[in-house]
């Protein structure tokens, strides 16, 4: 079993501060996705990364694929209140057409 | 331009009866995947399909449980006699081939 261990498990900080949520597994994955999760609704897709070293930016959110791809991580710069959510990554052996492993979760949440 | 249609959106069950849970994917994606999030749980896969085909049950429990998606209509998540530890949010995604999956808002059933 592909196991993706995501970290921290929660996380509260004010609003403007850094934080960086941690993704990582001892398989290799072809891609891994990001996804947030409001209280109710499905996931919904942030990024796909594929190649090892890969960064992708998303306004203040910034995604890296590990060189190995076997981990990733999530950073965001001046979180905002908007920003509270439950963050999963998913890892796909094959990319696309393939059953996600899907991440513990890291529920964060922006203080005002 | 909808996006990946469930319903019904709640649904509860006594004991013993069967549930049947709807997916209908975004326009020009013929590729359905079901997962399953317990309480206070990640998203576990249950099955993959394709039109017609099933290509990947291994999520799925031995008995109770089926799935299908036919050539006309949606896919269907069919749950026999159902227990109280059926109840969960029962998601379902869609793709293209080799392309990322987007997730419906779910199925949240209860079992009474």
């Known amino acids: 079993t592909q196991l993706l261990e995501q970290s921290p498990q929660f996380l509260s900080i004010q609003e403007g501060e850094n934080l960086t949520v941690y993704c990582n597994s001892s398989?290799?994955?072809?891609?891994l996705q990001w996804y947030r999760q409001e209280p109710g609704e499905g996931p919904v897709l942030l990024v796909t990364v594929v190649t090892g070293g890969e960064v992708k930016k998303l306004k203040r959110l910034t995604f890296q694929f590990g060189d190995a791809r076997k981990d990733s991580s999530l950073h965001i710069t001046a979180a905002q209140p908007g920003d509270t959510g439950l963050y999963l990554c998913?890892?796909?052996?094959?990319?696309?057409?393939?059953?996600?492993?899907f991440g513990t979760g890291t529920r964060l949440t922006i203080i005002p | 331009n909808a996006g990946v249609m469930q319903n019904p959106r709640h649904l509860v069950r006594r004991r013993g009866q069967e549930a049947r849970l709807r997916c209908s994917p975004m326009?020009?994606?013929?590729?359905v995947y079901w997962y399953r999030q317990l309480p206070e749980e990640g998203l576990k896969f249950m099955v993959y399909l394709q039109k017609e085909n099933i290509i990947d049950e291994s999520g799925m429990p031995k008995e109770r449980f089926s799935a299908e998606f036919p050539k006309e209509g949606p896919s269907i998540l069919r749950i026999q006699q159902v227990v109280r530890g059926d109840s969960a949010a029962y998601f379902c995604?869609?793709?293209?081939?080799?392309?990322?999956?987007?997730f419906g808002p779910g199925t949240r059933l209860t079992v009474l």
């Open positions: 326009k020009g994606h013929s590729h």
């Open positions: 398989s290799v994955f072809s891609s």
């Open positions: 998913a890892g796909a052996r094959n990319f696309g057409n393939e059953k996600l492993t």
């Open positions: 995604a869609s793709s293209t081939a080799d392309n990322e999956q987007f």
